[in-house]
């Protein structure tokens, strides 16, 4: 009777021994049942020959002259948004300091107008009595 083992993706616990990831796993008799295989393969996915198996196999088909070309582009582009950013920021700030001057100046503009009021009123006083009959 020979027995059949997998490899999944995760560290496996059989009894009181531990798989790691890719070792092989007893399934069957002795080991884990074919549903807790399954339930493995479906929530952790099909054994994929762990990180160095992939960083092998995409190290193959990588273009480095795409990559660099991409990775200058992409640095010119974030050159150009910071100096965007940093002449925005200046934008900002300017026009907050604008607002506060304003401000200010409302500030102002609205006590004058209130003191100015008061002067007419009074020079409008000065006006009813000289005008008025005596």
Do not use: C
Not at 12 to 23: E, F, H, I, N, R
Not at 67 to 80: F, I, P
């Amino acid at each position: 009777m020979s027995k059949k083992t997998e490899q999944f993706n995760v560290t496996v616990k059989v009894g009181k021994k531990s798989y790691k990831p890719g070792d092989p796993v007893p399934v069957g008799t002795g080991g884990l049942s074919v549903e807790e295989a399954e339930n493995l393969r479906a929530t952790f996915g099909a054994w994929t020959g762990g990180p160095d198996a992939k960083a092998s196999a995409a190290g193959a088909s990588v273009d480095l002259d795409k990559l660099r070309e991409g990775l200058e582009k992409l640095s010119a582009e974030n050159d150009k948004l910071s100096a965007d950013n940093d002449r925005l920021t200046a934008e900002r700030d300017s026009a907050i300091s604008d607002r506060s001057t304003l401000l200010k100046q409302n500030e102002q503009l609205e006590e004058d107008n209130a003191t100015l009021a008061g002067e007419v009123k009074k020079l409008q006083a000065e006006v009813e009595k000289l005008t008025a009959p005596k």
